[in-house]
């Protein structure tokens, strides 16, 4: 899984020892995991923060909690402190967070992300768009936000409702649609 070396763990560590109250150790996660957006993530960690899917590992001197919609993403990560003249850095190297990792599992967010960023946005591309998923609703739709050349575009309805919806129903049986928040008022770079 995920490597964190000794100068890491000892950075870590420092900065564990700073904090007050509640903090109970260090959260790893990946922001958009299995996308060209991906960020992998280092933060604070305090009760609230543990979810019952995520993964509990004990360091010598202190807890890591890894997400666990982000566990396949972080496979093969490594965490490090490089001391320089400016003092040092932590560096997050995770060479799967970008990569589509899709199965039967995977969550509706990964599914519908997996969709749009292979299939979707590779068509959007064409005239400068992007679209991607601000979330998944209570009533099972994909809230959308478009990007580039989509935003403020003439066909963005048409695009949406016969190109986006379409693919993704068909792909994510279990949404119910989607729905569109982008404010396409601002048409400096739509392309149609």
């Known amino acids: 899984m995920i490597t964190i070396t000794e100068a890491g763990q000892e950075y870590l560590l420092d900065l564990l020892k700073k904090q007050e109250g509640d903090v109970i150790g260090i959260r790893i996660f990946v922001n958009h995991p299995g996308t060209p957006k991906a960020e992998t993530c280092i933060a604070y960690c305090r009760e609230d923060d543990v979810k019952e899917e995520d993964e509990k590992k004990e360091y010598e001197k202190f807890t890591v909690y890894f997400d666990g919609r982000s566990l396949p993403f972080l496979k093969d990560a490594q965490v490090d402190y490089g001391k320089d003249r400016m003092g040092g850095q932590l560096t997050i190297k995770a060479p799967n967070s970008k990569m589509p990792q899709v199965s039967g599992d995977s969550t509706i967010e990964d599914r519908i992300n997996y969709v ?51 693919t993704l129903v068909e792909q994510v049986p279990e949404l119910s649609g989607v729905r569109d928040i982008t404010d396409h008022s601002d048409r400096s770079n739509a392309f149609a």
């Not at 739709?141 to 695009?159: I, N, S």
Request: charged share 20%; aromatic share 6%; glycine share 16%.
């Open 116 to 166: 749009l960023f292979n299939e979707v946005n590779p068509s959007l591309a064409s005239h400068g768009g992007e679209v991607s998923l601000v979330e998944v609703s209570e009533d099972s739709y994909a809230v959308l936000q478009f990007g580039g050349g989509c935003q403020g575009c003439g066909m963005v309805d048409e695009t949406l409702k016969h190109g986006v919806e379409k």
